[in-house]
Nanobody, 115 residues
């Protein structure tokens, strides 16, 4: 069973930065892609950023220019560097890995941005 463990969330002031980590229980190159999602209270879960197996990255419009997704294959970890944080970035952040036909989710890490 694949396990994903997120960490790095916390409370930060607007304009600050956080780096989230998603540690996998097996090599991340075995997945087609790994993504970060977030879910704010009362809202649907939304895609934030994705890194594919070949290393291509993509971002939601809200994340472009502020967030960077990256990975360390040796550490089996995917990161989300978040800069210039805004109060509207407040949410629980989840990582998800896809290896057809299954998706695997972590338990989430809370990010709170104060104004």
């Amino acid at each position: 069973q694949v396990q994903l463990v997120e960490s790095g969330g916390g409370l930060v002031q607007a304009g600050g930065s956080l780096r989230l980590s998603c540690a996998a229980s097996e090599t991340i190159l075995s997945f087609n892609h790994i993504s970060w999602y977030r879910q704010a209270p009362g809202k649907q879960r939304e895609l934030v950023a994705t890194i594919t197996n070949p290393g291509t990255t993509s971002y939601a419009d809200s994340a472009k220019g502020r967030f960077t997704i990256s990975r360390d294959n040796a550490k089996k970890t995917v990161y989300l560097q978040m800069n210039s944080l805004k109060p509207e970035d407040t949410a629980v952040y989840y990582c998800m890995s896809e290896r057809y036909p299954f998706n695997y989710w972590g338990q989430g890490t809370q990010v709170t941005v104060s104004s």
